[in-house]
């Protein structure tokens, strides 16, 4: 499994102006599945979601980060969930010396990856 910083947004009922978080992900071997917060994500065609939770249903945007501050959806307007831990490799990405909190909150993410629950999962699916 491979460590990466991704945007992550909930578009289930929200459209554009879900909840958005920026953390470390883990990725499956095959890179189609996506692991983060204690979910599970898989590819998924859509034109509004480009993720589906594995156990919920959920759609969500899930991408790399954009090389500016702001990496929600133009027509969304909440603010951002940061990993703690994230904060400084994500403001040396974006190319600037502080987080601007009008549009962050600094949060305390797990790594709770549900692996095994997972593969359960999809084995019951088969």
Not at 83 to 107: Q, T
């Amino acid at each position: 499994m491979i460590n990466n910083l991704m945007y992550i947004e909930l578009k289930t009922g929200y459209s554009d102006d879900g909840p958005a978080w920026i953390g470390y992900v883990k990725t499956s071997k095959s890179k189609k599945t996506i692991y983060f917060n204690d979910h599970a994500f898989q590819k998924n065609i859509g034109n509004y979601a480009n993720y589906i939770d594995i156990e919920n249903g959920n759609k969500y945007w899930i991408s790399g980060l954009k090389k500016e501050e702001s990496n929600c959806h133009w027509a969304g307007h909440g603010k951002i969930m940061i990993d703690r831990r994230a904060v400084n490799e994500y403001l040396f990405l974006i190319g600037e010396k502080e987080l601007p909190l009008n549009l962050f909150e600094v949060v305390d993410i797990e790594d709770r990856f549900p692996v095994k629950r997972v593969k359960e999962l999809l084995n019951e699916k088969k």
